[in-house]
């Protein structure tokens, strides 16, 4: 895997990705629409920098381009519109990205994929990068795995599964090399300031009300972004064409009982007068359609790709706040892009 497009390589897990890559000695090239979740500062200071080209997915003439001009052994496709909230305020978007951009990017790795030689045809691979909420809701006990059925509930989940399902017919019709994945809740550093982790963070340092959906209650598995990227590497280089592999966390844990970890974290390394931050905990309305729980059975992966967690929950929210506490000014820069 010499010659790597990345789709969404500026957003979070993608330039995580994107960083691993370079580090095995990859050519990367970076496709990014550089809308309001990705950003060229997260590529920064790596070596060799990867090629960043801004451009969307659905420009099937630029895909085009690029797969032939760089010789590209694998696709791994990360460009998606990723927050469920956004997609229930305005699901066009993710329609028009996850579903109709997919969809022409397969199409265009097809056609380039369909003209290789006959060996790095057997070679070439498209990683089709996805989610455990296309999977719905748990209940109190079970996980979630490859078998299980695709019941996604937000316009969000829906967009991705509706991906995923085209990535398998494009795989089980037309023969192109597809291995999916999903994943568990990610956390880390260089996550957009409206995901949970860094809006409480943000929230608490800025003496804001920390909005918490509902009771509080939902349930979610953590896995670190770094752990998420090796698993997606080892899709990449070991998994078996038209197969999935899931990769989660073991790190279940209550949204309320979350937050608290992240009071109690931020009251010891950033203290306030007048008491603990948890204090301006605030529970709100809860999210339209909101899943109940999410948990993963990874042992497939385990099993049949070598998968291990590096990070425990513990220790990595707690350098994930540092990385935070350190880094105030990304999360401003990020945040008056997106105003």
């Known amino acids: 895997m010499k010659n790597l497009l990345v789709t969404g390589g500026a957003g979070f897990i993608g330039s995580t990705?994107?960083?691993q890559a370079v580090a095995r000695g990859c050519r990367v090239i970076v496709l990014d629409k550089l809308t309001y979740a990705g950003h060229e500062a997260n590529l920064r200071g790596l070596a060799p920098p990867p090629q960043l080209v801004q451009g969307d997915i659905a420009d099937q003439a630029l895909v085009t381009k690029l797969l032939r001009e760089h010789e590209i052994d694998a696709v791994a496709?990360?460009?998606?519109?990723?927050?469920?909230d956004n997609s229930i305020a305005g699901p066009q978007a993710f329609i028009d990205t996850n579903i109709v951009g997919s969809y022409l990017l397969l199409q265009a790795a097809l056609d380039y994929w369909r003209a290789l030689s006959p060996e790095r045809k057997a070679a070439f691979r498209f990683l089709q990068v996805s989610t455990d909420e296309v999977y719905g809701s748990l209940g109190a006990t079970g996980k979630f795995s490859e078998s299980s059925q695709l019941r996604p509930n937000s316009p969000y989940s829906a967009s991705k599964a509706a991906g995923d399902h085209l990535a398998r017919a494009w795989c089980e019709t037309f023969g192109l090399p597809v291995v999916t994945t999903h994943c568990s809740n990610n956390y880390g550093p260089r996550q957009h300031p409206e995901k949970l982790i860094p809006n409480m963070i943000r929230c608490a340092l800025a003496g804001k009300p920390l909005p918490v959906y509902g009771d509080g209650k939902n349930i979610?598995?953590?896995?670190?972004?770094?752990d998420h990227c090796e698993g997606l590497w080892l899709a990449l280089e070991r998994g078996t064409p038209g197969e999935s592999y899931d990769f989660g966390g073991d790190a279940e844990v209550e949204n309320i009982t979350l937050v608290k970890q992240i009071c109690a974290l931020l009251d010891?390394?950033?203290p306030k007068q007048g008491g603990s931050y948890a204090q301006q905990i605030a529970f709100v309305a809860d999210r339209l359609g909101h899943d109940r729980r999410y948990a993963i059975d990874d042992r497939k992966a385990q099993a049949a790709l070598g998968f291990t967690r590096k990070h425990r929950l513990e220790s990595g929210l707690e350098a994930t706040v540092d990385w935070y506490l350190d880094n105030h000014s990304w999360c401003e820069t990020i945040l008056r892009k997106a105003a």
């Open 268 to 270: 010891r390394k950033r």
């Open 220 to 226: 979610r598995d953590w896995i670190h972004v770094e």
């Open 77 to 84: 496709h990360l460009a998606a519109e990723s927050h469920v």
């Open 17 to 19: 990705f994107v960083a």
